[in-house]
């Protein structure tokens, strides 16, 4: 936390203002790279470290009124991003974290969700709204399971 308010980074600060000023937790503003879509906008960032930082990543999630509508980042802030789960590195930390988030963005050329999401998000809408109870979902790489009570769960292929 000293290292990111003595060595400020262009478009990346520590929001000391917000309700979290934790060791454990901190909301990062971050500012859209110029002549980008995203360009002058400013998002926050929710950081939480668990006990195994630095060897395991950081929770990342966009938080605030501005999440970006971009096709990495979902509409309730989780942000699909290598870095932050299968290409972790020990020596990555918050403001090359922030970087690589901000280089995601200037990378998009229009504000679009991505087409699997919204797909997966109608699905499960049709489903819970003709549904008399709720069915249990599962999630996996290659699938969707849906079950109702006493029934053989379907399978749906991504």
């Given at each position: ?35 980008t879509?995203?360009?002058g ?20 999630v966009?938080?605030?009124?501005n ?7 979902y ?14 590195c ?36 049709t489903?819970?709204?003709?549904a ?8 996996s ?7 109702l ?10």
């Open positions: 936390m000293g290292r990111m308010l003595a060595e400020p980074s262009p478009g990346i600060s520590l929001n000391m203002c917000g309700e979290i000023s934790t060791l454990s937790e901190w909301i990062i503003d971050i500012e859209g790279a110029p002549e879509i995203y360009g906008e400013i998002f926050q960032l929710n950081f939480k470290f668990g006990p195994n930082y630095p060897m395991v990543p950081p929770q990342v966009f938080v605030g009124p999440i970006p509508v971009n096709p990495h980042v509409s309730n802030g989780h942000i699909c991003l290598s870095i932050l789960n299968f290409e972790w020990p020596m990555l930390n918050v403001r090359t974290i922030c970087l690589s988030i901000i280089s995601m963005l200037s990378s998009c050329k229009e504000k679009v969700v991505s087409a699997g999401y919204a797909a997966m998000s109608n699905l499960l809408l489903i819970f709204t003709s008399s109870t709720f069915p249990v979902v599962h999630i790489a290659d699938s969707l399971i849906f079950s009570p006493g029934s053989f769960p379907p399978h749906y292929p991504l």
